[in-house]
């Protein structure tokens, strides 16, 4: 009985640092400046972006469909994070009007 019960402590102690282990890494990480001296820090991951804004916000956004480029935005599409090339931009609300505009890959 003690041997089943130091058994399964060691089973389960074992797990909890699995997900540690597996901690996925970006698969990109890019930072961009924008119009108005604003700022994007871009980690990119297989489905998603995980974006922080120059004001501070931090948004993880899924990878959605795109014509051409890489597009991220939330459920409603309120908030959209697109990336081509070395540009990139996000719009909140009015997907005509960027409130991160011309941003540009900054060289490492």
Known sequence: MKAQFAFAAVAVA?????PA????????SVNYKCADSKTI???YYA???EIKLGNGRDLTLPQVEAA???RYANADESVVFWSKGEGAFVTEGDPN???YADCVEEKK
Request: no cysteine; glycine share 4%.
């Open 68 to 70: 051409s480029g890489i």
């Open 41 to 43: 820090a871009a980690a």
């Open 97 to 99: 009007k960027p409130t």
């Open 14 to 18: 074992s797990f909890a640092f699995v």
């Open 21 to 28: 282990a597996l901690a996925e890494d970006p698969v990109a």
């Open 47 to 49: 489905d998603r972006v």
